[in-house]
């Protein structure tokens, strides 16, 4: 018999009808009800997928955003005894959309997330060093950025982001368009180390940004490889060309928007610098080590 569990990020508006939901589907599929486990500013969800694991749940659903979602997956990794399902209550729900996961339909969501089949997944992992040597591991599901990217993410109002949701994201990104990129040096699967004046440099694992816009043209979930978006506009009519590629799901090579494919990716700013991961902000950081760990995760999908 299937033991769910329900990691629940009570801070989301729609964390209620979540819980609801997922309720209903383990009562339409002759289950027990699940065991509820919220997350805390505290504990953000890594712990109680551990609590989830000891109580003997061997299918651990998230009710939150990326970061509750990313939490508990990185708890996870290896366990190819235990299922993921996600019912996305986030701001921006980049992992469930590149999933196809429904994102509104919470029912149908939950009723996935309970009963649908369990594909591999891959997971990221990220190993970032700060000024004073220190060093922190962190997974992720989306994407891992250096540059704007970081600081748009970090300038990101809370409040616009409650009222706005994903579509708070673009006011401080448009803001820093203009903005000269930095000195990153960086090196991919052991490569000698190049150093460019970029915007921003991304490692991504796979991401469908809302409307249908795309970070990397063909990337998935599934594919085994950790793709770099090497971002260096020349003039604000590069930017045209940026969106375009995302919106149309196609890229011809061009100096403002590269693409690299591999394994490993180290990063070096010029000078101590933010990092976002999936969202959440990182200081001071002056080494990223990221790298891609294929099919690590076993995740509920269509």
């Not at 005894?81 to 980049?94: E, S």
């Not at 409650?162 to 903005?179: K, Q, S, T, V």
Request: glycine share 10%; hydrophobic share 45%; proline share 7%.
């Amino acid at each position: 018999m299937t033991r769910v569990a329900l990691v629940l990020n009570p801070a989301l508006p729609r964390s209620g009808a979540a819980r609801e939901a997922v309720a209903a589907a383990c009562a339409g599929a002759g289950l027990e009800q699940p065991l509820l486990l919220r997350t805390s500013v505290a504990q953000v969800g890594a712990a109680q997928a551990r609590k989830a694991l000891a109580a003997g749940a061997d299918r651990i659903l998230v009710a939150g955003g990326d970061g509750t979602v990313r939490a508990v997956a990185g708890a996870l990794r290896a366990r190819q005894d235990v299922v993921l399902g996600v019912v996305p209550v986030g701001t921006a729900n980049l992992f469930a959309r590149g999933l196809g996961l429904p994102t509104r339909d919470l029912g149908r969501a939950a009723h996935l997330a309970v009963t649908g089949p369990a594909l591999p997944v891959d997971l990221g992992w990220a190993e970032l060093t700060n000024h004073t040597g220190a060093s922190t591991e962190h997974p992720f599901l989306v994407v891992v950025g250096l540059g704007h990217d970081a600081d748009a993410v970090a300038a990101l109002h809370p409040a616009l982001k409650r009222r706005l949701r994903w579509l708070a994201y673009f006011e401080p990104g448009l803001r820093r368009l203009a903005r000269p990129g930095r000195p990153v040096t960086f090196s991919l699967d052991g490569e000698v180390e190049s150093t460019e004046q970029l915007w921003s440099i991304l490692a991504v694992s796979s991401a469908r940004l809302p409307g249908g816009a795309r970070l990397v043209p063909g990337a998935r979930p599934d594919d085994g490889l950790l793709h770099v978006v090497l971002v260096a506009p020349r003039r604000l009519t590069d930017w045209a060309r940026v969106a375009r590629t995302g919106l149309s799901g196609r890229h011809t090579p061009h100096p403002a928007l590269r693409y690299r494919q591999g394994c490993r990716l180290t990063v070096r700013p010029s000078e101590p610098a933010l990092v976002q991961v999936d969202g959440d902000v990182m200081v001071d950081i002056v080494r990223a080590h990221i790298e891609i760990r294929p099919g690590a995760l076993r995740v509920a999908c269509p």
